[in-house]
């Protein structure tokens, strides 16, 4: 029986039952980031976060704002928009919950400059797998007290615990922000032209086609460069399956050379790393894999069917003892999303 | 489980390292008991690896005998993370000091854990690149203690503080295993390990490697004193700079008596007769810093600033800097002592605060100076004392203790940078509750779980596993409460 509790509390209760049963769960927001990870790892039985969407503190000069786990990102972003403000993360998807973003460590098309989205959680709260409600971080902009536990939460995937609270920093909106695009399939040595020759873009995307720009800052600075012309951002690679590969920045351009000779679909973010690609077939998945680990990278099933999914991770991480006591101090009775993560944690 | 004091064991160490790389000598040793906080330890024996090799059989060896291994770096910190207790074996890093990779194409560095902060961003000067992380102690302090603190500085107000600079690190556990975690390529699968290992306090692992990445200069900067009648005017300034939709690269504030102490020791031509000066760095592209630095002037003028002044050259602008980063060295022209705070509030809460602050120095009579990263609300109230007037020092701890449950009290944080150590670790309940604390203590534990490294630093007594059996009476006296 899948359920949606009410307040934070019922979800941990609800969290020490099925602990107490022995009954998996799979917790979940908007339900945008579920065909991730080991396909074993999500239960049938869900624990939705739709009805924890509340605004907890808003203090706009400030530049922090406090909401519950399953806040849809939409309206996190009309809320800071009325006060001129933004939360980079964003880009994050349709109907995606704040609380399922931080979860799967999935970060805006802007990262280039506004960072990953592990930067933005200043605090959080979780219910763990045994129903412990756990506080951690601080709700101020900056802060080391005691350890980092929103760092681990996010990318945890609802492994550790369902997140039901988050502070989350916001940026003042800039004066001017647009995206670009130039079309052409010599995107590569433009872009990174462009990475040399402009002063902290927003994005430098390139794909198979073309090469999209975004620029932020003052009017004067966001002015399209010779050939580029106003468009929306890129879209998401074509594919029936999404693998986000991720090199060095210094190594990206190898990558992307390998993926145009295998002529995948796939969108690089130039100065970051990670490279979405589009994919059908386990054996395009093998080849990808293949070329980021020679690049002294890897690479990740984010988004596919259940049956591209047998090996979502690739190689065993290092410290994997280390994440399998954190798993068993967070979830002890391993009900979360058991076995999704990388080493059947 | 048992602590054996390390001192017995040199012969051991010796099997490892060079005789003169293990310390034993009892007056070399009180040199390793302390660090830049107010607390003295009791060191039981310094050892000095030079390699990731040599540091993980240290480690070994010491899990082979029981003894508590308290990680070292420069010995800057300011919490007492780096204070060995109770006759532990301290690991100097300091002798890992090489940069050994510079990748201008990402950009990043791969450095040693010795290395000094400053020195990487010397080190890539010439390619327009620096490290954004700038602690005041940035000549002194070094990248690994940088990474165990997640330290700031005035620039991370734009830039964001440590952990936010750490792409990859290697680190050797407390069983002696090498972990090579994150790297350039970015978001690796599994949990954050990384992540969490910055602001670790040497707790969770050595650090041996670090790989950090690098900040393009920016091609202009312009940097602005703006001087005030009131405290409370220029932090009615901050405010509205912030809530105007600019977060300037750094935002420094500095009081009355600071400034009068810095003048005397810089001569800066600071206003000596101003209650609050503003130090405001904007950086960018010429269109952004007009934009900004009109904004900044517009605010400050709004709330009351008798002069903006732009410093007109790179030679005015590093005088104004070093100002700001030798504050802590004027005041040894006013006291002896100085016990540093480290608290953040909302800024939103600067003004009551930095007035309550006052009241708790008039209570107390101390002197308290302020120096402090206003841009993110980190408070660094200063007490100025003599250590030898022994009813002076306890008004000192009186008054500390207030002013952090003051911060507290407006929903701030026990530290913005400094980390918790051993001076802060028993207020830790003040921000956290039971549950959370021992959620913090099984993240320590899944590394360290027979609780051998840096025991007694950062949680309260009783809160993890494995813990030491050390007693009370084992904290110097003058440790924090
Ligand atoms: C005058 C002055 C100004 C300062 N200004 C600032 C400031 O602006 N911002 C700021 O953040 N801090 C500041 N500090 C505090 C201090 O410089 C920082 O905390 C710094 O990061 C400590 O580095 P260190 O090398 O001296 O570390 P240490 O003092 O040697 O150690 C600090 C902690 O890190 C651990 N550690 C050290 N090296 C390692 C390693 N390789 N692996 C694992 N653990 C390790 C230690 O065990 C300890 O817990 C200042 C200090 C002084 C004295």
Known sequence: ?345 | MPIAPATASAARFRELLDPERVIEHPLERKLYARDGSITEGKCGLVVLPETRDEVCRCVQMASELRLAVVPRGSGTGLAGGAVPLDDAVVISLARMNRILDIEPEVPCASVEPGVLNLDISMAVSHLGLHYAPDPSSQAACSIGGNVATNSGGPHCLAYGVTAQHVLGLEMVTADGEVLELGGPAPDPPGFDLRGLAVGGEGTLGLVTKVCVRLTRNPPEVRTMLLDFDSVTAGAATVGGIIAAGVVPAAMEMMDQKMNVAVEAFVGAGLPVDAATVLLVEVDGTPAQIAAEAALVDAVGRKHGAREVRVAADEAERQLLWKARKSAFGAVARVAPNYYLHDCVVPRTHLVGVLEEIGNIAERHDLVIMNVFHAGDGNLHPLIAFDRRDVKQVERVHAAGKEIIEACMAVGGVLSGEHGIGLEKRDFMSLQFGEVDLRAQADARCAFDPEGLLNPLKVLPAGSRCGEVALSRDSLPPGTWL
């Open chain 1, 1 to 345: 029986m899948s359920e949606a509790p009410p307040s934070r509390s019922e979800v941990a209760e609800k969290l020490a039952e099925a602990s107490a049963a022995g009954s998996p769960l799979s917790p979940r927001g908007g339900g945008t980031h579920s065909r991730v990870g080991h396909p074993g790892g999500r239960p049938a039985e869900f624990l939705s976060t739709a009805r924890l969407d509340g605004l907890i503190d808003y203090t706009p000069q400030d530049l922090t704002i406090t909401v519950e786990g399953g806040m849809p990102v939409d309206r996190l972003s009309d809320i800071a928009a009325d006060q001129g403000q933004f939360w980079p993360q964003v880009g994050a998807g349709n109907g995606a919950s704040v609380g399922g973003v931080l979860a799967s460590a999935a970060s805006g098309l802007s990262r280039l400059r506004f960072g990953p989205i592990r930067d933005s959680l200043l605090q959080v709260v979780v219910a763990t797998g045994d129903g412990r409600l756990v506080t951690a971080g601080g709700r101020t902009v900056k802060g080391v007290s005691g350890y980092d536990l929103p760092r681990l939460m996010t990318g945890s995937f609802g492994s550790l615990g369902v997140i039901v609270e988050a502070t989350l920093k916001l940026w003042p909106r800039p004066p001017a922000r647009q995206w670009y695009v130039r079309p052409g399939a010599d995107a590569l040595a433009g872009g990174r032209a462009l990475l040399r020759e402009l002063y902290r873009p927003g994005a430098v995307i390139v794909t198979p086609e073309a090469t999209h720009l975004e620029l932020v800052g003052q009017p004067e600075d966001v002015v399209a460069p010779q050939g580029f012309l106003p468009a929306d951002p890129p879209d998401r690679p074509t594919g029936d399956a999404l693998v986000r590969a991720a090199v060095s920045p210094a190594r990206l351009p190898e990558l992307i050379q390998a993926l145009g000779a295998l002529e995948l679909s796939f969108a690089a973010q130039l100065g970051v790393g990670t490279c979405a690609v589009g994919v059908e077939s386990a054996h395009q998945i093998q080849k990808v894999r293949e070329h980021a680990l020679a690049l002294a990278g890897h690479a990740v099933v984010e988004d596919a069917p259940a049956e591209l999914r047998r090996d979502p991770w690739g190689p065993p991480p290092p410290g994997l003892r280390i994440m399998r006591r954190l798993k068993a101090a967070f979830d002890p009775a391993g009900v979360l999303n058991p076995g999704l993560m990388p080493g059947g944690i």
